[in-house]
């Protein structure tokens, strides 16, 4: 099982992202899929989640109306639109996939939002 983040790294305040979660090794249409942050010092946040196959999103209060999270089950991939970034993003984000038996984490990306 593998979950390959990309798509990381330095944006100004304002600016937009893309990142993006490449899965294999598992049935990607039967497990939900998330987005995580982890800030220095912080402890780890949903940052948004969409059901498997696809129907239901769900975001943290603090990217609602900036991020967007998709995924093509086609492509085993899932991604996060990030918009009007700020500072405050800033930290690893990773990519989480589970059903009712499993649960696994990709290793992270690193998002910097900084003039």
């Known amino acids: 099982v593998q979950l390959v983040e990309s798509g990381g790294g330095l944006v100004q305040p304002g600016g937009s992202l893309r990142l993006s979660c490449a899965a294999s090794?598992?049935?990607?249409?039967?497990?939900?899929m998330s987005w995580y942050r982890q800030a220095p010092g912080k402890e780890r946040e949903l940052v948004a989640d969409i059901s498997n196959p696809g129907g239901t999103t769900n975001y943290a209060d603090s990217v609602k109306g900036r991020f967007t999270i998709s995924r093509d089950n086609a492509k085993n991939t899932v991604y996060l639109e990030m918009n009007s970034m700020k500072p405050e993003d800033t930290a690893v984000y990773y990519c989480?996939?589970?059903?009712?038996?499993?649960?696994?984490w990709g290793r992270g990306t690193q998002v910097t939002v900084s003039s």
């Open positions: 989480n996939s589970r059903n009712w038996a499993y649960e696994y």
């Open positions: 090794g598992f049935t990607f249409s039967r497990f939900a």
